[in-house]
C-alpha cells in the first residue's frame, strides 16, 4: 500500500535540454518522418526557430533526469508492478531545438480501487522554457498492480 | 500542409488514419532509448518474466506518440491545445495498430474556435489499447 504522505510531494525539477540528434532519434522511433521534425530547414520553413518538440516528448524530462525512477523508490512501486494509466498535456507553447525546458511536479492524488488491487498516484506538471514560460501542463496517472 | 478550416468541418468527419506496422522488439528498443523510458519490462524478456507477463510490451508513450502522429500530420502542432489519452489495455508484441481520430464537437474555448477530436489506437484484433481526447484550435 502506497502512504498517502505523498500526496503533496513536490518532487525535484527536471532540466532538459531540447537537442536536435535526440529530436531525430525519437522520431525515428515513432515513425515520424514529416521534415518538419527531423530536418532543420523544413522547420524553419514551417515557421519554427529550429526542429519543434513533438507533443508527447517532453515526457522524456523526468526520464531522464531520474526524477521519475527516485519517484518510484519513493513510494516503493517496483517497475514490474507499474502501468501508465493515462497521461493529459495541455499545451501552452512549443519547444524547439535550442531551449531547455524544465518539468516541475508535484503528487495530487493517490488512491485505490479494487479493494487495493490497483493504487493510482495523480502527478501534475508543469513544464517551462529557460526564459520562465509556461509550454505545458501535464497530468500523469500511474498504476501499480499488487 | 493544407491545414482543414473550422467552417468546412463537421462533427463526425475524420481525420486521416495511420496504419501501423506491427510492434517488435526494435520498436520498443528504439522507443526506450529515444524517449528516455529504460523500463527493463518493455526491452528485457526475462524481467517481463520475472514480472508476470508473457512477454515485453509496448510503452504506453510509444502508443500516445502514434496518436500524436495523426495530429500533427492534420494540423500544425502550434495548433494543439489538448492532448489527454487513457491507456486501456496492453500493446503486445505484433499488435499492429490503427491510429485514428473523428470531431466529435465544435466550440469556441477561450475566444478561439476549437474541435474536439476523440482518437483511438485499435490493433488488428479490434481491441481498443488507447482512448484519447484532442482539442485544436482552426483558422
Avoid at chain 1, 515513425?31 to 514551417?46: K, L, N, R
Avoid at chain 2, 473550422?6 to 495511420?18: N, R, T
Avoid at chain 2, 464537437?105 to 484519447?132: D, H, M, W
Amino acid at each position: 500500500m502506497i502512504d498517502r504522505k505523498w500526496i503533496g510531494h513536490r518532487m525535484p525539477p527536471a532540466t532538459l535540454p531540447i537537442e536536435r540528434s535526440r529530436l531525430q532519434f525519437f522520431a525515428k522511433a515513432i515513425g515520424e518522418t514529416d521534415p518538419v521534425y527531423v530536418d532543420h530547414d523544413a522547420a524553419v520553413q514551417a515557421g519554427y526557430a529550429d526542429l519543434p518538440a513533438p507533443p508527447t516528448f517532453l515526457f522524456a524530462a523526468e526520464l531522464d533526469a531520474g526524477v521519475t525512477n527516485r519517484l518510484l523508490d519513493d513510494l516503493q512501486i517496483p517497475l514490474a508492478r507499474l502501468l501508465h494509466g493515462e497521461q493529459g498535456f495541455t499545451y501552452h507553447r512549443m519547444a524547439c531545438v535550442g531551449d531547455t525546458v524544465t518539468v516541475q511536479s508535484s503528487i495530487t492524488d493517490i488512491y485505490a480501487k479494487k479493494n487495493g488491487a490497483l493504487e493510482f498516484v495523480v502527478k501534475d506538471s508543469q513544464a517551462t522554457n529557460q526564459l520562465g514560460e509556461l509550454l505545458a501542463e501535464l497530468r500523469t496517472v500511474l498504476v501499480c498492480r499488487n | 500542409m493544407i491545414s482543414p478550416d473550422y467552417d468546412s468541418l463537421q462533427v463526425g468527419d475524420s481525420l486521416p488514419a495511420i496504419q501501423l506496422p506491427p510492434v517488435n522488439r526494435t520498436t520498443l528498443a528504439l522507443f526506450g532509448g529515444a524517449s528516455g523510458d529504460h523500463n527493463p519490462v518493455h526491452l528485457d524478456i526475462d524481467f517481463a518474466r520475472r514480472s508476470g507477463m508473457p512477454d515485453v510490451f509496448a510503452q504506453g508513450m510509444l502508443g500516445m506518440a502514434w496518436l500524436g502522429r495523426v495530429l500533427t500530420a492534420w494540423v500544425p502542432q502550434s495548433r494543439l491545445r489538448r492532448f489527454d489519452a487513457r491507456f486501456q489495455g496492453i500493446t503486445h508484441l505484433g499488435n499492429a495498430m490503427h491510429c485514428s481520430g473523428r470531431v466529435l464537437a465544435k466550440l469556441e474555448q477561450a475566444g478561439e474556435r476549437c474541435v474536439r477530436i476523440e482518437l483511438s489506437s485499435v490493433n488488428q484484433f479490434g481491441q481498443t489499447k488507447i482512448a484519447g481526447e484532442a482539442l485544436v484550435a482552426l483558422p
